[in-house]
C-alpha cells in the first residue's frame, strides 16, 4: 500500500487518506527538503535513483531555496553534489543513478523574463548573471559540469545517452540550430552494478532480425501533460530508466519528484517508489496523478 509521508502536519492527514483509496499505488512521497529527507533513510535502502532536478536558470518554482535558482552555477553544482552524495548512501553497493539534465544559456545580462503563451512557466522573478569566465549567449554546458562534478565525487560515470525530442518546442533564434536534445547520465555506486539489458532492448532496423542491444540516443517525444508542473519528462524515458536499472518489487528513489512521472512508470512496472518533493502544490498534483484523478 502506497502512502504519503509529509514534513508539514496540516497537510499530512489529506494526502494519507486519499492515497489509501487504492492499492494499485505502490509509492509513498515525502513532502519536505530532499536534502534533510534523505538523512532520515537507512543505507541501501534503495536500488536505483531516476531522477531529472530542476535545470539551472531556466524555471522559477516560487520556493525559497530552491535548486535551480542559485545565482551561482558553482553553487547549483555543488548543491546537486551535496544531496546526490547522500542519496548515494542511501543506494544498495550495487545500484545505479539514472539523471536527466538539460542545458541553458547564459542570461546576456537580463534580470528578469516575461511570461510566454507558447511556454507555461517562462516567466522568471529572478535571472542569475553571466557566469566568471563566460560570455554573454555561452552556452553554459551544466550537464557535462554536473556530471564531471558527481564523478569527482566518487560516482563511476558509466554511459550519457542522448534524449532526442522528434516533436521539440521551436525556438525564435536566428544565429544557432533549435535545441531539440537533453542528457541522460547513468551512474553507479560500485564498479559492478545492476542492469539489465534485456530489459531495455530495441528493435533492430530489420524487425525480423530480432532485438539488439539499447543504443545512446533515445527518441523519444515530449509528453504533454493537463496538470500544473510545467516541466514534465515522459514517461517512455522513466521507463527505460526504471526497466535498466531495478527489478520488480525493488525500490526506486526520485528526490526530485515533481508531478510523478517515476512513480507513475514504477506502478505500471510493479517496483516500490519514494518521491521527494519540496512543493505542497505538486505533491499535491503527483498524488492525484498516481490515482490517476488527473
Given amino acids: 500500500m502506497g502512502k504519503v509521508l509529509q514534513l508539514f502536519p496540516e497537510f499530512e492527514e489529506d494526502l494519507q487518506s486519499n492515497l489509501s483509496e487504492t492499492e494499485r499505488n505502490l509509492c509513498e512521497i515525502v513532502v519536505g527538503d530532499a536534502n534533510r529527507v534523505l538523512l532520515g533513510f537507512p543505507e541501501g535502502l534503495f536500488q536505483t535513483i531516476v531522477t531529472s532536478p530542476p535545470y539551472w536558470g531556466l524555471r522559477d518554482y516560487g520556493i525559497e531555496g530552491q535548486i535551480g535558482a542559485e545565482m551561482d552555477v558553482n553553487a547549483y553544482i555543488s548543491n546537486l553534489v ?52 563566460l560570455k554573454p549567449k555561452d552556452l553554459i554546458g551544466i550537464p557535462w559540469r554536473v556530471a564531471f562534478a558527481l564523478q569527482s565525487d566518487g560516482w563511476y560515470l558509466r554511459s550519457d545517452m542522448i534524449w532526442n525530442k522528434p516533436n521539440c518546442q521551436p525556438e525564435s533564434v536566428k544565429d544557432r540550430p533549435t535545441r531539440s536534445h537533453e542528457y541522460i547520465f547513468l551512474f553507479s555506486k560500485s564498479e559492478r552494478y ?92 503527483a498524488r492525484n496523478r498516481l490515482l490517476k484523478r488527473r
Fill in 82 to 133: 551535496v544531496l546526490f552524495r547522500e542519496a548515494r548512501r542511501t543506494l544498495a553497493s550495487d545500484g545505479t543513478l539514472w539523471l536527466n539534465l538539460g542545458d541553458s544559456y547564459t542570461s546576456g545580462g537580463r534580470t528578469w523574463r516575461d511570461d510566454d503563451a507558447k511556454n507555461k512557466g517562462r516567466g522568471m522573478s529572478y535571472r542569475a548573471p553571466t557566469p566568471t569566465g
Fill in 194 to 285: 545492476f542492469y539489465d539489458p534485456e530489459a531495455i532492448k530495441e528493435p533492430t532496423q530489420d524487425k525480423r532480425q530480432g532485438r539488439k542491444n539499447r543504443r545512446s540516443v533515445w527518441n523519444i517525444n515530449t509528453e504533454p501533460y493537463a496538470g500544473a508542473h510545467f516541466a514534465v519528462y515522459p514517461r517512455s524515458l522513466a521507463r527505460l530508466c526504471v526497466a535498466a536499472g531495478s527489478k520488480e518489487g525493488d525500490r526506486v528513489l526520485d528526490p526530485f519528484f515533481g508531478s510523478g512521472t517515476t512513480g507513475v512508470v514504477c506502478n505500471e512496472l510493479r517496483r516500490q517508489c519514494t518521491g521527494i518533493e519540496i512543493s505542497n502544490e505538486y505533491a499535491d498534483l
